[in-house]
């Protein structure tokens, strides 16, 4: 956290990519970890606006248990004003699954929507 901690004073807005709400998502697609990143969001938004992005990809964290997970976790310890950017995913480099359906991201809105003012659907 220390460069983050250095760097904070000069930044005055940042959008934050949350992969999914799944600690495995994050072992087996990313080699990283969930704990870290929510701690570092939570630390920008002491000084910073923040902006949250999440890539919808099919079958991976489109579940609606996992993005009530992290609707409920951004509400709870960021408020209700957070913007949420829900993107589609669609195939590339080294992954080829179909498309995000519409429905999907709308389904996503809904949830998101029930406890965040601005969410915002993108790659639509």
């Known amino acids: 956290m220390e460069p983050l901690e250095e760097i904070l004073p000069f ?3 940042m959008n934050i990519d949350i992969k999914s709400f799944d600690e495995d998502f994050y072992l087996k697609v990313c080699a990283g970890r969930l704990k870290p990143i929510l701690e570092v969001i939570k630390r920008s ?3 910073s606006h923040i902006e949250l992005t999440n890539l919808i990809i099919p079958t ?3 579940s609606e248990t996992s993005i009530k997970k992290m609707v409920d ?3 709870d310890n960021l408020g209700s004003k957070t913007p949420l ?8 480099y080294k992954m080829d699954l179909p498309p995000t359906p519409i429905e999907t991201l709308k389904r996503a809105e809904r949830i998101a929507k029930a406890r965040l003012k601005y969410v915002y659907l993108g790659n639509v």
Do not use: E, T, V
């Not at 950017?85 to 590339?92: E, T």
């Open 45 to 47: 938004a002491k000084s």
């Open 11 to 13: 930044i005055n807005a």
């Open 85 to 92: 950017h829900l993107s589609r995913y669609f195939p590339c």
């Open 60 to 62: 991976l964290n489109d």
């Open 73 to 75: 976790w951004i509400c």
